[in-house]
């Protein structure tokens, strides 16, 4: 298929031992690859501002659920963009609204943070626990983000996948 050229619709084409030398670095559905047509690095200086700036609204975004403050949760998500499977961010909050006023406070634990930044957009995946009086669940979440005009990561969507428990809660089988 190669000799093809662009024969490919949209999907990625590669030589058979190429994929075979990749496929040693990477776990399926778990490691995200990125392609571009050139490479190039930043600045240390630059790539620590960037993460630190991403790292620091996740971790704030985090904080807004564990302490279920609606106004400052909600703060995180792009008001006009942002969509999900519940719909868009008006019922999105009346939701969360809901999820909130449940008694007690949760437990929500994130590991394994990666972020993929291009630009004004960013990927931030992670495994995530939760916990409250009525649900334990655990699983993987994606956060898809946006800088805003005032350049402040926004969120724009996110996907969450119910990890499949294997005999401890935390042993994770995506499906």
């Known amino acids: ?62 904080e807004a659920w564990r302490a279920k403050n609606i106004e ?31 008694p007690g406070t949760p437990k929500i634990d994130l590991t394994n943070i990666s972020i993929l930044q291009f630009k004004n957009y960013a990927v931030v995946n992670f495994k995530q626990s939760y916990q409250s009086s009525t649900i334990i669940d655990s699983g993987k979440k994606t956060l898809y983000l946006m800088q805003d005009e005032k350049y402040q990561w926004k969120i724009v969507t996110e996907n969450w996948t119910k990890a499949v428990l294997e005999g401890q809660h935390d042993k994770f089988a995506f499906v």
């Open 72 to 102: 400052q949760y909600m703060s995180f998500y792009h008001p006009e963009l942002f969509k999900d499977a519940k719909g868009n961010w008006k019922t999105y909050r009346a939701y969360k609204q809901a999820v909130f006023s449940n």
């Open 1 to 62: 298929r190669l000799d093809k050229g662009l024969d490919s619709k949209g999907c990625v084409v590669t030589a058979n031992n190429d994929l075979v030398e990749i496929s040693k670095y990477i776990e399926l559905n778990k490691t995200p690859i990125v392609i571009v047509q050139d490479l190039v690095f930043l600045q240390d200086k630059t790539w620590q501002a960037n993460r630190d700036a991403l790292s620091e609204t996740v971790t704030k975004w985090l």
